[in-house]
Nanobody, 125 residues
């Protein structure tokens, strides 16, 4: 049974950095496109970043370009989101997602079959 577990969240001051990890089990991450989403209170879940399978194209939401970096370590079956220059508006619950072959826009939540339970990131002074 596939399982995805996020870690690395927490409270950070504006301008600070965090690295989120998502460890996968029950699947071989090599064969999956992966993504990070986030959801703030009262808002819809939004796409943050994406890597196609086989280390294909990478995409970022405009709001995080230049500040966030997505990566994967297939040997560890783990994906990462390095976040720097954090802003209060980055505060949200962050989720990792995976799918063998998303068929639509990467930032459409309906394209993703596997989801982690999520982890809180709070940016506040």
């Amino acid at each position: 049974q596939a399982q995805f577990v996020e870690s690395g969240g927490g409270l950070v001051q504006p301008g600070g950095s965090l690295r989120l990890s998502c460890a996968a089990s029950g699947v071989t991450l090599d064969y999956y496109a992966i993504a990070w989403f986030r959801q703030a209170p009262g808002k819809e879940r939004e796409g943050v970043s994406y890597i196609a399978r086989n280390n294909g194209p990478i995409s970022y939401a405009d709001s995080v370009k230049g500040r966030f970096t997505i990566s994967r370590d297939n040997a560890k079956n783990t994906m990462y989101l390095q976040m720097s220059g954090l802003k209060p508006e980055d505060t949200a619950f962050y989720y990792c997602a995976a799918d063998p072959r998303p068929k639509g826009p990467w930032d459409d939540v309906r394209q993703w079959f596997h989801w982690g339970r999520g982890i809180q990131v709070t940016v506040s002074s």
